[in-house]
Every structure is written in structure tokens, then in C-alpha cells.
């Protein structure tokens, strides 16, 4: 089994496989910033590229392309408060809130370590228990996907911060915004007021861009970032980088 | 705040409620035996709206305890500031507004030309360099990126607008 892995090492060392993994990176962390442009639209605007490649340069590429969006998404979320990814909202949560102290160079080193650490940890498990997981995947019906959602919702009080009578009330009305549109089951259409834009529902990422990127705006154009820094200077990308007794 | 906080949960108050009275109209959208379509949305705008209602019941129960107390008041700056961030608040709003009205008319060009500065101005930028230059550029990038690069089609508008944004896209 390991010469598998020790012949995927080493062909991914390739020079040709090394620069398309550069350039998927590279073009991933863009299209991840990018609050319009998902992870997987940028894969696929990817793809038309990667037809004269090599099976395996193309898929270097887009794997790249891939890790290099769910990074990219967190960039804005630290910086604008705007998650250029859906998977980057929490990051909105504690990295825009260290940026707005001034510490937006601290918050994008410890959000990049620990990427680099979660990525390289999450690839070596999924390497080792993919065939356990795949079989307990399999098993997932929907008694346990309800459940999962369940879970999901009532992590609400967690994020919620002060008050937990907003934070469920919020809940409540992206569970609404998500039942707008044609019903999957029944075919009926749901608070479209005969509009054709509403049939296909709100889009995820419209709903994010609108009521996080829009509101954010508003926030900013209020109290400008300037205004609630205070008096913390910039120290320079190499004296914000994290101790490492901050991740024991 | 505690006013604003009011409005607003009164606005919640009355939207859920709303809403909820037009998913009633869904309830029995369906087949025998299965849950229809009104089943989610009533439960979740049933909860959403007995959360504004009981939001909006704390707050006036705050706000009426507040008011016998004796509240030290603002300065006059501190009033005229509130105001001035106010002002530029509403400004931006009405701007966004706006140019999501007149886009699908004028098309994505020529309105951005117009909202970058006009935004700008209701954020108090006041240097002509920024507001000369940044429109153009903005929408430069903007066109080349999206709608060249990645193909997003992007309003054209009508008529003459149409003509003019075809120009470019």
C-alpha cells in the first residue's frame, strides 16, 4: 500500500505538477476571495484549462485550485467582514474582530497556520480512515441527516454572543429565507409572489453577500474602521506572526 | 436605541406576520400522508414571529423601566455626531438603492460609473483625485474580471443603454 502513496509523492514533485499546483493555488485563493465566486465555480471555471494537461497536472491543479478557495474565502472574512466563501462565515466571527482591534496581520497568520495545519492533518486522516468513513457514510439516512441539521441549528446559542432571543429569531428567518422557492416535494411554489426571479429560491450566496457584505458596509460607513482601531500600529507581517505557545 | 430597537421589532412583528398569514394559504399544497409545502414555512414563521413578538415585549418593558430614571444628556456634539453618521448612513442606503433600481435600465456600466462616486460623497470622500479616478477603474476591472474573463452577464439595460453596453460586454 505505501508504494501507492510513495509513487503519488513523488509524481506530485513533478516541476510541471508543482507550477500547476502554484497557479491552481493562486487562482483558487482569488476566486475565494471573491464574495461572488464560490470554490467550486472557481474549479469549474478552471476546468475548460485543464483539457490539454495531463490527468494527473490537471487534477494537481484543480485540487490546488480547491484548497487555495477555502483559504482565499477566509482573506475577506478577516479583513472586510465579507466571507468570500460560506464555509468562511465564522472566521467574519473572531478574525474581523482582531482586525478591527488593529490586528488584522495576527489574525491572518493564525488563520493561514492553522489552514496549513488542518489541511495537512485532515489529508493524512482522510488517507488513513477514508475506507471506515466511506462505509459509515453509507449508513446516513434520514433520521441522521435531521439530526445533523438539528445539531446544526442549536449551535445558534453558541454564536449568538449576547442575545440568544436575536440569535434564534434569526435563525428562524434564514429557515424561512430557504423555504422561498419551488418546493422540492410537492412542486408548489412558496412565497413567490408570482415572480419568475423567486422560482428557484434565494441564492446561498446572494443571501450571504446581501446580508453580511451590504450590512457591513452599513456598519463601516457609520463608524469608519479608522475610528474604532485605536491606537495600535502596524508592526510589520514578521513581528504579528503568532508565538507558538498560542496554538499549545 | 431603545427607539430603534422598537421600530424594528414592531417591523418584525408585522412582517412575520405577514408572511406567516400567506404560508397558511400553502397549508393542505400537497399529497395525502406527506408533509405539504405550508409545513416548514408555518413553523418556522410561527417561531420567527412569537421571537419578534416576545423581542419586541422586552424591549418596551426595558425602554419603559429606563425611562423613570434619571439619564444624563448627551452633549451637544455628541447629538450632532449621531446625526452626521446618520446622514451618511441613510445617504449610502439611498445610493445602493438606487443603483439597483436603475441598473437593469442603464445597465451595469453606466450606473456603477454613477454609484462609485456618489457613494463615495455620501462616505465623505472628498478628494477629487479618488472620485475622478476610482469609478473607472472600478468598473474597468469589474468588466474585464466578470464579464470578459468569467462571462457573468451582466445588465445591458435598454435602448440606447443596451447599444452602449454592448460596446463592451
Request: aromatic share 10%; net charge neutral.
Given at each position: 500500500m505505501f508504494e501507492h502513496y510513495?509513487?503519488?509523492?513523488?509524481?506530485?514533485?513533478?516541476?510541471?505538477?508543482?507550477?500547476?499546483?502554484?497557479?491552481?493555488?493562486?487562482?483558487?485563493?482569488?476566486?475565494?476571495?471573491?464574495?461572488?465566486?464560490?470554490?467550486?465555480?472557481?474549479?469549474?471555471?478552471?476546468?475548460?484549462?485543464?483539457?490539454?494537461?495531463?490527468?494527473?497536472?490537471?487534477?494537481?491543479?484543480?485540487?490546488?485550485?480547491?484548497?487555495?478557495?477555502?483559504?482565499?474565502g477566509s482573506i475577506t472574512s478577516i479583513l472586510f467582514?465579507?466571507?468570500?466563501?460560506?464555509?468562511?462565515?465564522?472566521?467574519?466571527?473572531?478574525?474581523?474582530?482582531?482586525?478591527?482591534?488593529?490586528?488584522?496581520?495576527?489574525?491572518?497568520?493564525?488563520?493561514?497556520?492553522?489552514?496549513?495545519?488542518?489541511?495537512?492533518?485532515?489529508?493524512?486522516?482522510?488517507?488513513?480512515?477514508?475506507?471506515?468513513?466511506?462505509?459509515?457514510?453509507?449508513?446516513?439516512?434520514?433520521?441522521?441527516?435531521?439530526?445533523?441539521?438539528?445539531?446544526?441549528?442549536?449551535?445558534?446559542?453558541?454564536?449568538?454572543?449576547?442575545?440568544?432571543?436575536k440569535g434564534f429569531l434569526s435563525c428562524s428567518f434564514g429557515l424561512f429565507l430557504a423555504?422561498?422557492?419551488?418546493?422540492?416535494i410537492t412542486g408548489g411554489e412558496r412565497f413567490t409572489f408570482d415572480t419568475m426571479i423567486l422560482l428557484g429560491g434565494i441564492n446561498f450566496v446572494t443571501a450571504m453577500v446581501g446580508l453580511l457584505a451590504v450590512s457591513e458596509i452599513l456598519i463601516e460607513a457609520e463608524e469608519p474602521f479608522k475610528e474604532y482601531k485605536g491606537h495600535v500600529g502596524y508592526r510589520g507581517m514578521r513581528a504579528e506572526m503568532p508565538k507558538f505557545s498560542l496554538f499549545r | 436605541m431603545k427607539k430603534g430597537e422598537i421600530v424594528l421589532g414592531a417591523f418584525c412583528v408585522a412582517f412575520f406576520s405577514f408572511m406567516f398569514y400567506e404560508a397558511v394559504k400553502l397549508h393542505g399544497v400537497g399529497r395525502f400522508g406527506e408533509v405539504g409545502s405550508g409545513f416548514w414555512p408555518m413553523l418556522s414563521l410561527g417561531i420567527a414571529l412569537l421571537l419578534s413578538l416576545c423581542w419586541l415585549i422586552v424591549t418596551i418593558v426595558t425602554f419603559s423601566r429606563a425611562k423613570g430614571r434619571a439619564v444624563e444628556e448627551p452633549s451637544k456634539e455628541t447629538i450632532a455626531a449621531a446625526w452626521s453618521r446618520r446622514k451618511k448612513v441613510a445617504l449610502s442606503i439611498l445610493s445602493i438603492i438606487i443603483y439597483?433600481?436603475?441598473?437593469?435600465?442603464?445597465?451595469?456600466?453606466?450606473?456603477?460609473?454613477?454609484?462609485?462616486?456618489?457613494?463615495?460623497?455620501?462616505?465623505?470622500?472628498?478628494?477629487?483625485?479618488?472620485?475622478?479616478?476610482?469609478?473607472?477603474?472600478?468598473?474597468?476591472?469589474?468588466?474585464?474580471?466578470?464579464?470578459k474573463f468569467i462571462t457573468i452577464p451582466f445588465p445591458k439595460g435598454a435602448g440606447i443603454f443596451a447599444a452602449f453596453s454592448r460596446l463592451f460586454y
Open positions: 510513495w509513487n503519488a509523492f513523488a509524481t506530485v514533485l513533478l516541476p510541471q505538477n508543482i507550477l500547476a499546483i502554484g497557479l491552481g493555488g493562486l487562482w483558487g485563493l482569488l476566486a475565494g476571495a471573491l464574495p461572488g465566486i464560490s470554490t467550486s465555480m472557481g474549479v469549474v471555471l478552471l476546468l475548460s484549462f485543464t483539457y490539454t494537461l495531463s490527468p494527473m497536472t490537471a487534477f494537481s491543479m484543480l485540487v490546488a485550485a480547491y484548497c487555495g478557495g477555502i483559504t482565499g467582514g465579507i466571507p468570500g466563501e460560506p464555509s468562511s462565515v465564522p472566521t467574519v466571527i473572531e478574525g474581523h474582530a482582531l482586525a478591527k482591534q488593529g490586528h488584522a496581520a495576527f489574525a491572518l497568520w493564525t488563520f493561514l497556520l492553522c489552514s496549513i495545519f488542518g489541511g495537512i492533518f485532515s489529508v493524512l486522516v482522510m488517507m488513513a480512515a477514508t475506507p471506515l468513513i466511506a462505509n459509515f457514510a453509507l449508513k446516513f439516512g434520514p433520521p441522521e441527516f435531521f439530526a445533523l441539521t438539528i445539531l446544526g441549528l442549536s449551535v445558534v446559542s453558541g454564536l449568538s454572543g449576547g442575545s440568544l432571543l423555504t422561498i422557492g419551488t418546493d422540492g | 439597483i433600481v436603475i441598473m437593469p435600465w442603464v445597465g451595469f456600466i453606466l450606473s456603477t460609473l454613477l454609484f462609485i462616486p456618489a457613494f463615495a460623497l455620501a462616505l465623505e470622500e472628498r478628494r477629487k483625485m479618488v472620485l475622478i479616478i476610482s469609478p473607472f477603474l472600478i468598473t474597468a476591472i469589474t468588466i474585464l474580471v466578470f464579464a
